[in-house]
């Protein structure tokens, strides 16, 4: 939890999880079908027979990104960790502990950011708290709850790969890191000697850092049942397992979701979409681009049967998608024939604080 720098930066890492949070979970509750698992993004509580997803996430205001676009990148991440599990998110519950040095017209920008992408998408506002608080900073300014209310039937569950599904991978490495960075750091990348066209380019990926909609395009084309006219075929699995590549990358994405199924999963990274702009401006941060967070790209896990149907449904929605890897038994992740780990701390947050400083 510890290095020679201090406290791990970002979220805790597995063995803080087992030891301090997995023994300390409250009640023992029946309804509870799925509970806390370190890199599992949601759980599931089940109330009178239906699927209630839940997940909670911090809440960011970056001011430099312009107060509404701040909003939209900041309810990316809560909403996405429901999308995941093919249900769709309904309800999002804010809680805001401003600074003061936030106006209320700034405020009032953000919010109506927020709730028109919420509008957008179905998703009601129940409950929350706002406030400003003495001690309070940017950029961290509280969290939020969301929940979705779907059947049990509809749910993917994180560790639900399978040995003999096919890994598809979306958008490709450093999607969020390069938009971010090229958002609020654009002269430092200017001066590490990326082209102007370039940082245009990476500033734009910050509006593609949202999978809610991603996910269940896939989750739906995954339950469609396939055409045959063998009516005692059986009927294939559709998407098995989704998880969103946050913090870690793509490379921790890929470790979470095969220990969570309990199974090894193969990579051609040739096979994985990959974004020039993104790549480049990792590259000039000196980042491995698949070892910094990357919200927006998507892994599935998918039954062969199924593949072709989910890669129509995202490229119609000309969503970049590869067919990039192979779920088989045994453990861990291997990529282009070599054994890889999971990053010991996401890369971007060391490069952030670079560049914060240099301001």
Same mark, same amino acid.
């Given at each position: 939890?510890?290095?020679?720098?201090?406290?791990?930066?970002?979220?805790?890492?597995?063995?803080?999880?087992?030891?301090?949070?997995?023994?300390?979970?409250?009640?023992?509750?029946?309804?509870?079908?799925?509970?806390?698992?370190?890199?599992?993004?949601?759980?599931?509580?089940?109330?009178?027979?239906?699927?209630?997803?839940?997940?909670?996430?911090?809440?960011?205001?970056?001011?430099?990104?312009?107060?509404?676009?701040?909003?939209?990148?900041?309810?990316?991440?809560?909403?996405?960790?429901?999308?995941?599990?093919?249900?769709?998110?309904?309800?999002?519950?804010?809680?805001?502990?401003?600074?003061?040095?936030?106006?209320?017209?700034?405020?009032?920008?953000?919010?109506?950011?927020?709730?028109?992408?919420?509008?957008?998408?179905?998703?009601?506002?129940?409950?929350?708290?706002?406030?400003?608080?003495?001690?309070?900073?940017?950029?961290?300014?509280?969290?939020?709850?969301?929940?979705?209310?779907?059947?049990?039937?509809?749910?993917?569950?994180?560790?639900?790969?399978?040995?003999?599904?096919?890994?598809?991978?979306?958008?490709?490495?450093?999607?969020?890191?390069?938009?971010?960075?090229?958002?609020?750091?654009?002269?430092?990348?200017?001066?590490?000697?990326?082209?102007?066209?370039?940082?245009?380019?990476?500033?734009?990926?910050?509006?593609?850092?949202?999978?809610?909609?991603?996910?269940?395009?896939?989750?739906?084309?995954?339950?469609?049942?396939?055409?045959?006219?063998?009516?005692?075929?059986?009927?294939?699995? #559709? /998407?098995?397992?989704?998880? %969103?590549? &946050?913090?870690?990358?793509?490379?921790? +994405?890929?470790? =979470? !979701?095969? $220990? @969570?199924? #309990? /199974?090894?999963?193969?990579? %051609?990274? &040739?096979?994985?979409?990959?974004?020039? +702009?993104?790549? =480049? !401006?990792? $590259? @000039?941060?000196?980042?491995?681009?698949?070892?910094?967070? &990357?919200?927006?790209?998507?892994?599935? +896990?998918?039954?062969?049967?199924?593949?072709?149907?989910?890669?129509?449904?995202?490229?119609?929605?000309?969503?970049?998608?590869?067919?990039?890897?192979?779920?088989?038994?045994?453990?861990?992740?291997?990529?282009?024939?070599?054994?890889?780990?999971?990053?010991?701390?996401?890369?971007?947050?060391?490069?952030?604080?670079?560049?914060?400083?240099?301001?």
């Amino acid at each position: 939890m510890t290095d020679d720098r201090g406290p791990r930066r970002g979220k805790v890492d597995r063995d803080a999880f087992e030891s301090v949070v997995r023994p300390n979970l409250g009640a023992a509750r029946e309804d509870v079908r799925l509970g806390p698992t370190h890199g599992v993004d949601f759980g599931v509580v089940d109330v009178a027979d239906r699927a209630i997803v839940c997940a909670t996430d911090p809440i960011s205001l970056l001011p430099d990104l312009g107060f509404e676009r701040a909003g939209r990148f900041a309810l990316s991440f809560a909403l996405g960790d429901v999308a995941v599990s093919g249900v769709a998110p309904t309800h999002f519950c804010p809680s805001f502990a401003l600074p003061g040095d936030v106006t209320d017209d700034e405020f009032a920008t953000f919010w109506a950011a927020v709730a028109a992408e919420c509008e957008a998408l179905g998703v009601a506002v129940p409950t929350g708290h706002t406030a400003r608080y003495p001690g309070a900073s940017l950029p961290w300014v509280g969290a939020a709850t969301v929940l979705g209310v779907g059947d049990h039937d509809d749910v993917i569950r994180p560790d639900g790969a399978r040995p003999s599904d096919r890994l598809l991978v979306t958008k490709g490495p450093g999607i969020e890191t390069a938009g971010l960075f090229a958002s609020l750091y654009p002269d430092a990348l200017a001066e590490r000697g990326l082209d102007e066209e370039t940082i245009d380019d990476a500033a734009v990926l910050l509006e593609e850092t949202s999978v809610v909609r991603d996910a269940l395009a896939a989750a739906e084309a995954g339950r469609r049942p396939a055409e045959s006219s063998d009516r005692d075929a059986p009927a294939d699995a #559709g /998407v098995t397992a989704m998880h %969103d590549a &946050t913090e870690g990358g793509l490379r921790g +994405a890929l470790c =979470e !979701t095969a $220990e @969570a199924g #309990g /199974v090894r999963i193969e990579v %051609d990274s &040739t096979a994985v979409p990959s974004n020039p +702009a993104a790549v =480049e !401006t990792c $590259e @000039a941060l000196d980042l491995d681009p698949w070892a910094c967070t &990357t919200s927006g790209t998507l892994l599935l +896990a998918v039954d062969p049967a199924a593949v072709d149907r989910v890669v129509d449904a995202l490229a119609a929605r000309d969503t970049p998608v590869g067919v990039a890897g192979e779920v088989r038994d045994g453990s861990g992740v291997v990529v282009n024939g070599e054994r890889v780990e999971a990053p010991a701390e996401d890369a971007s947050w060391a490069a952030y604080e670079r560049l914060s400083e240099r301001d």
